[in-house]
């Protein structure tokens, strides 16, 4: 009887030296993040699924007309879908860490394979781009891996110099070179939408390490520049930016994309014409289930299915902004920055274009439009956000 008593009596007084905050944060705080975690997951999966749906409602038409099944695409994005669920699973039980020892060979590979899909009788061109690396039935854009590599990279340098980023040497070098070399190399395929994604996911990244404002302006004013020289020097680029300025002064050519989106976005009204009702996607809005996919979607599922995909991206960035504000430490918090103003930068570039609000660049919906690089490495993204948010629990 002694003995039990005795040890209720160091039992209480344990609890006693225990702070009651810690008690309640420890449980609390696991809640948090695994709140934040199903809210990642979700969004992530409802955005896939609906762009699996929507890809086969948007590529059906030129699918048939140009392969003789409506199924093509679909067929496609599926299997992109379960390789991007299984790179997501991998990436969620390796230890984020990991990415900052193989940021740099990481980063190399890809560099490769931008040189490689420069080369005529390795890359392939379409559009006139020369974006894809074909091996056999599979199609790679090193583009889009070379996203995720330069924010690992760029996550593991500036975790090391955070504390002297005041000093714009230790700011600008290597990392100025690097995104220089990766842009430069994105943009003779050539891609200037990509490397604006890119050159604004360094920018977040840099935001989240505490780089001075008068750097990023500064930084921000000659990348600017920069790209207004590039859109100038090239006809096409050109020509796009006037028709976002004006597309009704050539509606049958710059400006016809962009009448045909807002014609698709406008005739949904408020409950759309109905799942695979479009008209606009006979062949009249050009990259129907691609890089305009939105439109579509406007059409169909109205201004309540656009609410939602813009909900949907919405619930993704907050939790991606969550996890950098929680993360166990500086690299962990500069890689989830990074993946977050990539994931969405580039949604918010991709919609701005098909509304009209922005340029036309040429970037796919994240998660939504079809493209299997895109959809497989962002959904290995997502999957490295989950393993910050969760910290050093998860195993590889």
Wanted: proline residues 4%.
């Amino acid at each position: 009887m002694s003995t039990a008593a005795a040890q209720r009596r160091q039992r209480r007084a344990h609890l006693r030296l225990v702070r009651p905050d810690e008690r309640l944060t420890r449980p609390a705080s696991a809640v948090r993040v695994e709140r934040t975690v199903a809210m990642l997951l979700l969004s992530t999966a409802a955005l896939t699924l609906l762009g699996l749906i929507m890809v086969l409602s948007a590529s059906s038409v030129e699918a048939y007309a140009r392969y003789g099944s409506s199924f093509l695409f679909f067929n496609r994005q599926v299997a992109y879908a379960v390789v991007g669920a299984l790179g997501m699973a991998l990436t969620m039980r390796m230890r984020y860490h990991a990415w900052e020892r193989l940021a740099a060979p990481f980063l190399l590979a890809s560099v490769l394979m931008l040189l490689v899909v420069l080369h005529p009788s390795m890359g392939t061109v379409a559009g006139g781009s020369a974006r894809w690396i074909t091996i056999g039935p599979v199609t790679i854009q090193p583009s889009e891996i070379a996203k995720l590599a330069l924010i690992a990279f760029a996550a593991a340098l500036l975790a090391r110099r955070w504390q002297h980023l005041n000093d714009v040497r230790v700011l600008a070098f290597p990392l100025m070179p690097v995104v220089a070399l990766v842009c430069g190399l994105i943009l003779l395929q050539p891609d200037l939408g990509t490397a604006i994604i890119v050159v604004l996911s360094i920018f977040v990244l840099l935001f989240a390490a505490g780089a001075r404002w008068k750097h990023l302006l500064v930084g921000g004013l000659a990348s600017g520049t920069l790209g207004l020289a590039l859109i100038y020097v090239e006809g096409y680029r050109w020509s796009r930016f006037i028709a976002f300025l004006n597309p009704w002064a050539d509606p049958q050519g710059s400006g016809y994309q962009v009448i045909q989106s807002l014609i698709a976005l406008t005739s949904g009204g408020p409950f759309g014409m109905g799942l695979g009702a479009s008209r606009q996607k006979w062949l009249y809005v050009p990259n129907a289930h691609t890089d305009f996919i939105y439109a579509i979607i406007g059409e169909e599922l109205g201004l309540l299915g656009m609410l939602l995909v813009l909900l949907l991206f919405g619930f993704v960035v907050l939790a991606g902004v969550r996890i950098a504000l929680r993360a166990p430490d500086t690299f962990g918090r500069l890689l989830a920055a990074g993946i977050t103003g990539w994931l969405g930068g580039q949604a918010l570039v991709n919609l701005g274009a098909v509304t009209g609000v922005l340029p036309i660049t040429g970037v796919p919906l994240p998660f939504v439009s079809f493209g299997g690089s895109s959809l497989v490495v962002s959904m290995m993204a997502v999957g490295v956000l989950v393993a910050i948010a969760r910290g050093d629990r998860a195993r590889g």
